[in-house]
Structures are given as structure tokens and as C-alpha cells.
């Protein structure tokens, strides 16, 4: 965080001093109860329904609250403590945030969407980093509750940021694209996922579109021009500057020759009537997509879409994301563990339907989460793209997916399923008789289950 004078402080959130000292510098800042307070020179900020541990403040003094309790409640804090009264402690935070994000005017990229946003954002860093010191938000860790450390993780040092922005319910990347105030947003693809919380797909749609609002007056505003549900989002309420990627000519930067590579997809990236190579690693057409959209990114920041390609080649994709490794008796282990949702797999059979030709094929699937009333509908849409390959083995992991397993036997899948509930000791003999150096194995299941994990990781080598 950029140190900030208190009396500063108090003048933008025309705050009034109760206790304490306002000539000391805060180095951090905090919603007490949500982010840990994490020592001296901290900025506290007090709801009314909170009651805090007035003792442990003290002990981290200088630390500075704000506040808009009652003052008589307030009276018996000693000057150890700096008290900042406030008329609302609300719209004190959201001043506060906005009185921060203004003091840096650097790129920010905001990226959503139902796959690609850890990889993409990921991506942008990598290029970036080599000669500018970029805040990033960590691993695909991108709550709503997360944004405000991570806006605060931007300093006078800091020439670019690239944040991921995530979706459980409506309002929630609105509320995130409030704290960062992007300049660019990318949306990557729209599927189906979280309709727990946004109860239609229409509704998820409308939820990712936030995106659109959220950009600032005269940003940019990157979009799969390839995907269907994106196209269904209005565009007559942003004011500013859009740019498309995909692989039709429609496209501002449109991959061709698109073909898989050693550890990677090579391709052409047209754009503005020049050609550039590519090479990204990964497998996968939406690797290709993923790449189009940080280059594009950062091609809006300035950066030569030659260099940017050539940082690209040393990206080292994400674990767990379509990690291809040597499993045991020769094998081959494709872990995709970190995420399922419908998009994803029907990506993780494509790459598989390229990388696995002429060898044995398992697919072994776990439970896909946060559907809502969809849960049976989109559990059967994967056993129908399992049903329509040539696929020696499916076997499905919990209560739910065994709905994937109905559907493919319904559509007279050819291949051997096996169900269970949990992952127990039969699956694993059940894999190790079938292991050779024949096999491609695709172990895809949701990143809270971790004894899917660990299988993965006992059959590479």
C-alpha cells in the first residue's frame, strides 16, 4: 500500500478526530472482520453491528479506526488509538476506495468469465513482468471479499495490474469492478456454472455482463467474438473502445492455422492486415482463445504484439490445468483437476480427442457443482459428449455425475462405466489394470475434492 498521511485521511472523509494522533502514516487498511489486521499503522474500518477488541488495537498502535458509532460509545478509547468519526462508515470506505484507485493512473485489467480467467490473467502477467512490476490477484483466488487487499496492493512502484474477477451471485463483479475501476475488461467465455446462484442461465449471462459497466468511461473492452452467450449482452451502454478476438475473420485479432504443437498450439495472429506467429504452451483451441485475449491486452497498453508473442513462448502453464504427464506403467495422465463446469470439459475432451488419437481413452469425471435446478439437464449434456466418442472407459466420481454415466448408457455409449459415490479403492484397480503405455487417462473433477487430487497425482510418475 502507498503510505497515506491521517490528516489526509480525515480531510477527504471529512471525518472529525475523537482520540488519538492524525501526523502518522498508515501502511495498510482493513474492514475489521473481514481482512486480518496484520500490525502497526493500519487503517480500521468499524461497522456499527461490529464490536472489536479495543485491547489488541491498542497493542498495534498506531492504528487508526473509522467509524460511525455512537461518539458516547466511543468515549473511553484513549489517545493509543486514533478514532475518525464519520457520518457513514460506508460510503467513508467507498470514498476511501476511490480516493485510492485515483492515485495511480495505470493500466488495470479486470477479466471474467466461465474458463480462461486464471490462465488469461496469468498470461498478461507473464508478458508484463519482464519489464514492469504488475499487482495481480493470486492463483484464481477472486472473491469479492479479496478486492479491496488487492486494490490496496498497488504502490507508487506499480506500472500495471490484472485482476481476476470472480461470480457466485449476481452484483458480485459490479461490486469488484467498483473497487478496481478498470481500464480494460476482458470477457472470456460464458457457459454454464454458479446457477445456484444466479438461478437461470440468462440471469448468469446477465451477471458476467457487469463487466461491461464496470470498465471505465472510455476503456476498453475485450470480447470472445466466437462465443454465443456473449453476443447476447448489449454493448449500447459503453462508452469507450471494443476490441474482439476469436478465429473469423470478424475478429480484431483472429487466430488461423491453428494446430497442436509440441507442449503447445501454434497459430497466426492476424490482425490490422499483418501476420505474427504464435506458439503458447498448452493444449487446446481455448488456449488459442486465451492467448488471443492477453495479447490483445496488452497490445492496448502498447506493447508490440511481437514481443508480447515472444514472451509468450516461456508461459508456464498453470498445474492442473490440462497437465499432460508420464503416469505409471507408461501412461499417459491428463490432470485437469482444478475446475469442472459443462465449458471446461467439452474443452478437456477436444484436447483430449487430438492428443489421445489411436490410444486407449479413460475419462474419469467427478460431480459438477453450483448448477442449481440445472443440475440434472447439464450432468446428462456431458454424458451426451462423452456418448459421441470413441472412449474405452468412463468412470464417474459422486451422486451427481452418475447422471453423466445414465446419459451416456442411454445413447448407447460403447465403452465400459463404472460408478461410484467416492473415490475408494476399487477405482484405482480398476485404472491400474487398464494403465499401459496404450492409455490416455483424463481425470476431471471439481478442485474441492481432494481426494480426486491425490488420485491424479498417485498415477503420475
Not at 419 to 430: D, G, L, P, Q, S
Request: proline share 3%; net charge positive; charged share 25%.
Amino acid at each position: 500500500m502507498e503510505p497515506i498521511l491521517v490528516s489526509k485521511i480525515v480531510h477527504f472523509l471529512e471525518g472529525n478526530i475523537l482520540s488519538g494522533s492524525e501526523n502518522w502514516y498508515v501502511r495498510h487498511a482493513a474492514v475489521y472482520g473481514r481482512q486480518d489486521i496484520k500490525g502497526a499503522n493500519t487503517l480500521v474500518f468499524l461497522y456499527k453491528r461490529d464490536e472489536p477488541d479495543w485491547d489488541f488495537l491498542k497493542k498495534v498502535s498506531p492504528c487508526a479506526v473509522i467509524t460511525d458509532k455512537s461518539e458516547k460509545k466511543l468515549k473511553d478509547i484513549n489517545d493509543q488509538i486514533t478514532v475518525i468519526h464519520v457520518k457513514s462508515v460506508v460510503q467513508a470506505y467507498w470514498k476511501f476506495i476511490e480516493y485510492y484507485r485515483n492515485l495511480f493512473n495505470i493500466p488495470v485489467v479486470a477479466i471474467t468469465g466461465t474458463c480462461g480467467k486464471s490462465t488469461t490473467k496469468e498470461m498478461i502477467k507473464q508478458i508484463l513482468n519482464q519489464d514492469r512490476l504488475v499487482q495481480a490477484t493470486e492463483s484464481s483466488k477472486n472473491e469479492p471479499r479479496r478486492s479491496f487487499p488487492y486494490l490496496l496492493g498497488i504502490n507508487r512502484k506499480t506500472k500495471a495490474a490484472v485482476f481476476e474477477t470472480g461470480l457466485g451471485n449476481p452484483g458480485n463483479i459490479k461490486h469488484q469492478c467498483l473497487i478496481y475501476s478498470p481500464t480494460i475488461g476482458i470477457l472470456t467465455t460464458i457457459g454454464a456454472h454458479h446457477l445456484d446462484g444466479c438461478k437461470t442461465l440468462e440471469g448468469y449471462i446477465q451477471a458476467k455482463g457487469e463487466i461491461i459497466e464496470g470498465v471505465r468511461e472510455g476503456g476498453t473492452l475485450i470480447l470472445n467474438s466466437d462465443d454465443e452467450n456473449i453476443k447476447k449482452l448489449s454493448l449500447k451502454q459503453f462508452n469507450g473502445k471494443v476490441v474482439y478476438f476469436g478465429v473469423h475473420p470478424s475478429a480484431d485479432y483472429q487466430a488461423t492455422n491453428i494446430k497442436f504443437s509440441n507442449n503447445g498450439m501454434t497459430f497466426d495472429l492476424q490482425h490490422n492486415k499483418k501476420s505474427y506467429p504464435v506458439f503458447v504452451p498448452g493444449y487446446g483451441e481455448h488456449q488459442v482463445y486465451n492467448a488471443l485475449a492477453a495479447i490483445a491486452a496488452v497490445h492496448a497498453m502498447g506493447l508490440d504484439i511481437k514481443d508480447a508473442s515472444r514472451r509468450l513462448k516461456t508461459f508456464k502453464n498453470m498445474e492442473r490445468h490440462l497437465e499432460v504427464s508420464s503416469g505409471i506403467n507408461g501412461s499417459t495422465i491428463i490432470d485437469d483437476t482444478w475446475t469442472i463446469n459443462p465449458t471446461s470439459i467439452e474443452a478437456a475432451l477436444n484436447v483430449m480427442d487430438e492428443i489421445s488419437k489411436n490410444k486407449k481413452k479413460i475419462v474419469l469425471l467427478g460431480n459438477i457443482n453450483r448448477l442449481g435446478d440445472y443440475e440434472i439437464e447439464f450432468h446428462q449434456k456431458v454424458g451426451s459428449m462423452v456418448a459421441s466418442r470413441d472412449i474405452h472407459t468412463l468412470i464417474t466420481i459422486g451422486e451427481k455425475a452418475t447422471e453423466i454415466a445414465k446419459q451416456a448408457h442411454l445413447e448407447n455409449f460403447k465403452g465400459n462405466i463404472f460408478m461410484f459415490n467416492k473415490v475408494e479403492k476399487n477405482v484405482k484397480e480398476i485404472l491400474l489394470e487398464e494403465l499401459d503405455s496404450d492409455t490416455h487417462l483424463l481425470i476431471k473433477g471439481p478442485m474441492s475434492s481432494r481426494s480426486m487430487i491425490d488420485l491424479a497425482r498417485s498415477l503420475k510418475l
